[in-house]
């Protein structure tokens, strides 16, 4: 499901140029903080994860994530993602009533454009009607330290739709998916974590579909 606006091919353009893309649309999935060069966990001032009771479209959507990593580190980085994923869509569920989808995001990205861009990636759906079924498969999940950006951490991600639909929630049918609105069937996605007082936040995400093409990924490694 996109969780931030599309990537335009005008946008992959520009950041084939970086060594990696961490610039489009920002912030996504569970809880984790990791000091490049081995400097030690801190875990104050976290956001909290989403409740297991707040979950999205309860007894139609499940998510299958890939097993977290071994290094404590990364391992709370990718948690720390994944409560954003979730968050992001209780908020769609709420139909806007939630925000602590926020709470995973920098003041940077929640200002200005980048917050203009999100919000009205959220409202879209929302204003849509769509809610979600069936099982969203996140893999190929990795954490690295971005070579181009210092200080940021790059989660990076798989996502498979194949089995998520979509459906009309005034009526409960399912419905075609609308890869404009919904995100395509496959995705990768890269979200670039930074420190905010001493707290990772998400300060951007980047979706790549086959259809816009990337010279950084290989679209069938998603597929």
């Given at each position: 499901m996109r969780r931030c606006g599309a990537v335009a091919p005008a946008a992959i353009a520009a950041l084939a140029s970086a060594a990696l893309a961490v610039a489009g649309c920002a912030a996504s999935s569970s809880t984790s903080q990791f000091r490049p060069g081995g400097a030690t966990l801190q875990?104050?001032?976290?956001?909290?994860?989403?409740?297991?009771?707040l979950q999205p479209w309860p007894g139609k959507a499940t998510w299958k994530w890939d097993p977290l990593p071994a290094d404590p580190l990364k391992r709370e980085l990718v948690q720390l993602d994944r409560a954003y994923f979730i968050a992001w869509d209780y908020a769609i569920f709420t139909r806007g009533a939630s925000q602590q989808w926020e709470s995973y995001l920098t003041p940077v990205l929640l200002s200005g454009n980048s917050r203009a861009g999100i919000k009205h990636e959220l409202k879209q759906i929302i204003a849509f009607h769509h809610g979600f079924e069936g099982r969203e498969v996140i893999s190929r999940t990795t954490?690295?330290?971005?070579?181009?950006?210092?200080?940021?951490?790059?989660?990076?991600?798989?996502?498979?739709?194949?089995?998520?639909?979509?459906?009309?929630?005034?009526?409960?049918?399912?419905?075609?998916?609308?890869?404009?609105?919904?995100?395509?069937?496959?995705?990768?996605?890269?979200?670039?974590f930074s420190q905010v007082g001493g707290v990772w936040k998400i300060a951007t995400i980047d979706v790549f579909t086959g259809t816009a093409g990337s010279p950084l990924i290989s679209p069938p490694e998603c597929s």
């Open positions: 875990t104050s001032s976290l956001p909290s994860p989403a409740p297991a009771s954490v690295r330290t971005s070579p181009s950006l210092p200080g940021q951490m790059v989660v990076d991600f798989c996502i498979n739709d194949a089995h998520f639909r979509v459906f009309d929630t005034r009526t409960g049918k399912v419905i075609p998916r609308d890869p404009a609105v919904d995100g395509d069937i496959h995705e990768e996605e890269q979200d670039a």
